[in-house]
């Protein structure tokens, strides 16, 4: 059986160093920075390595809200959606993931569109 996606990208330390870029990334444009005015982003970081890594077929440790329930309300425009789906497609080809990676990055980023944008 082919290792995981989680596995084949470099695990917990590969997760980590593209959830740490991405918002590196996300931070610094403003389009995008409004949205995390005032947030935990030590907390947000850590449930995005979770959801992240559990995504990518490692452990399945993420216990935040459900996307919608943490999403509603924002008003996440579909641009800017697309945007942050950008950067991490990006960000994780720029750590060496694969054609494969990515594309399975872009369906779950298809698929959980209606949760996260109003």
Known sequence: MDASFYVRLGGQAAVTTAVDALYRV???DERLSDYFQGLDLGRLKGHMVAL?????????????RDLRGAHLGLGIAPEHYDVVGAYLIGVLAGLGADDEVLAAVRGVLRESAADVVE
Do not use: F
């Open 26 to 28: 996300v931070l610094a």
């Open 52 to 64: 992240l890594s559990q995504v990518l077929g490692g452990p399945a440790e993420y216990t935040g």
